[in-house]
């Protein structure tokens, strides 16, 4: 089975700041998918930003970047100009290319210093 | 409004007394599937269902059933809960044809609260 890696369990980013969370994973798959989630106190699991394992180009929206290193198994999230809204648990998550089967990271809680 | 609902979100149980935990999308999705978060091991995949009458194990099945006998609903059945059970569990659903691009989104539930004493 594939896994997925966050090694870092709690983070702290002061506003307006930029922070990086990280996650790498293990597979043997070409194609696959790859999620960052982001949960806050309602427990709601939001998505965050997807790649395309077959797209070399890094996904961007607003705020929030990844850095995929397809050969590193690595699937950074930046999140810049850091808000006080994005204090939550994130997630890092693989998809296999079928669909069938989803694998989450153990997470990573980020909180915002005002 | 799209959502996938869960019911109930808070449940106390005692063990060995079945329950079920009922969830329902309203977008038509094909494919449902159901989760379990625990502290320090993220969310693991319990059950998957890829269309009506067909299901199949995640990565944690033991002493979980579920059914797709409606395409709309994917109920999660604990015949025998234990305390090892106690958890938060969020159902999820996703479009999922060969017509549809494989990037679809999954939307998830507002999670169900388990504690089984």
């Known amino acids: 089975a594939q896994t997925v890696t966050q090694s870092q369990p709690e983070m702290s980013v002061q506003e307006a700041e930029t922070v990086t969370l990280s996650c790498t994973y293990d597979?043997?798959?070409?194609?696959?998918?790859l999620f960052w989630y982001k949960q806050p106190p309602s427990r709601q699991m939001i998505l965050v930003i997807r790649?395309?394992?077959?797209?070399?180009q890094n996904a961007t929206e607003n705020r929030f970047s990844v850095n995929f290193q397809k050969a590193a198994k690595s699937f950074s999230l930046k999140i810049s100009d850091s808000q006080l809204g994005d204090a939550a648990m994130y997630f890092c998550?693989?998809?296999?290319?079928?669909?069938?089967?989803?694998?989450f990271g153990t997470g990573t809680s980020l909180t915002v210093i005002p | 409004e799209a959502q996938v609902t869960q019911n109930p979100r808070y449940l106390i149980t005692v063990t060995g007394k079945k329950l079920t935990v009922t969830c329902s999308q309203n977008?038509?999705?094909?494919?449902m599937s159901w989760y379990r978060q625990d502290p320090g091991l993220g969310l693991r995949q319990i059950y998957y269902?890829?269309?009506?009458?067909?299901?199949d194990k995640g990565d944690v099945p033991e002493g979980y059933k579920v059914s797709r006998k409606e395409k709309r609903n994917f109920p999660l059945i604990l015949e025998s809960p234990s305390p090892n059970q106690t958890s938060l569990y969020f159902c999820?659903?996703?479009?999922?044809?060969?017509?549809?691009?494989?990037?679809?989104?999954?939307?998830f539930g507002q999670g169900t609260r388990l504690t089984v004493v």
């Open positions: 597979t043997s798959e070409s194609d696959y998918y």
């Open positions: 269902s890829m269309n009506v009458e067909v299901t």
């Open positions: 999820a659903s996703r479009r999922f044809t060969d017509s549809v691009p494989m990037n679809t989104e999954a939307f």
């Open positions: 977008m038509n999705h094909e494919y």
């Open positions: 790649q395309e394992a077959y797209k070399q």
């Open positions: 998550a693989y998809r296999t290319y079928t669909g069938n089967q989803f694998y």
